[in-house]
């Protein structure tokens, strides 16, 4: 049971350059979501998913969008970076709304 | 939207004493309320979580109390080793399906 993976770990992007970040949860959660932290600011929360095929728009949404074709799987998109985007990228996934999210390990993401 | 505020920012404590973080919130239909623990480069961990038909709740060293009508949570680690040293965030339910974090107190043990 891998609980929740992000791919990748790491990644350096130039401005404008576009990228998918993966997530990917083997616990046959409905609730998918994810997340940005930036030092001083927690955890923001950026897009949701509460089921296949469906999203929703978080605190921070812009310059971001989602996916959510498969249960297990939650794209992040960047459709051109920005160096404000440089950030830690975590993903969670719960069972319900007021169960536990369970967090993957979370992407680098430096953006120059 | 909620809002969700913790207090200190910063703790220091010596080993063996106890430490207590204190998170208000903003909505009062916010039922839900988990505390997560992030150490250094690592992924936040869910360390206790309560809900609102609960006022208490204790797991080992670790224990959570919510005050409703002040709209109030507070983490409570008693007995603290310097393995507790992290930054703990507290959080809240709001709307159907998310939570609001706080932005994190750093929790320093001194050995």
């Known amino acids: 049971n891998a609980g929740v993976t992000q791919t990748p770990k790491f990644r350096v992007l130039k401005t404008g350059q576009s990228m998918t970040l993966l997530c990917a949860q083997d616990m046959n959660h409905e609730y998918m979501y994810w997340y940005r932290q930036d030092p001083g600011m927690g955890l923001r929360l950026i897009h949701y998913?509460?089921?296949?095929?469906?999203?929703a728009k978080g605190e921070v949404p812009d310059g971001y969008n989602v996916s959510r074709l498969k249960k297990q799987n939650f794209l992040l998109g960047l459709e051109s970076a920005a160096p404000s985007q440089t950030s830690v990228y975590f993903c969670?996934?719960?069972?319900?709304?007021?169960?536990?999210?369970?967090f993957g390990d979370g992407t680098r993401l430096s953006i120059l | 939207g909620e809002n969700v505020e913790q207090h200190p920012s910063t703790l220091s404590v010596q080993e063996g004493d106890s430490a207590v973080i204190k998170c208000t919130y903003s909505d009062s239909a916010s039922n839900y309320f988990p505390w997560y623990k992030q150490e250094l480069g690592k992924r936040p961990q869910l360390i206790i979580d309560?809900?609102?038909?609960?006022g208490e709740k204790k797991d080992q060293r670790i224990a959570v109390t919510l005050n409703k009508t002040a709209k109030h949570f507070s983490l409570h680690i008693t007995e603290t080793q310097p393995e507790d040293s992290a930054v703990y965030f507290c959080?809240?339910?709001?709307?159907?399906?998310?939570?609001?974090f706080g932005k994190g107190n750093q929790v320093v043990v001194i050995p």
């Open positions: 998913s509460v089921g296949e095929g469906t999203t």
């Open positions: 959080a809240a339910s709001y709307g159907n399906n998310r939570l609001a």
């Open positions: 969670a996934s719960s069972y319900s709304r007021r169960e536990p999210q369970h």
């Open positions: 309560i809900r609102s038909n609960v």
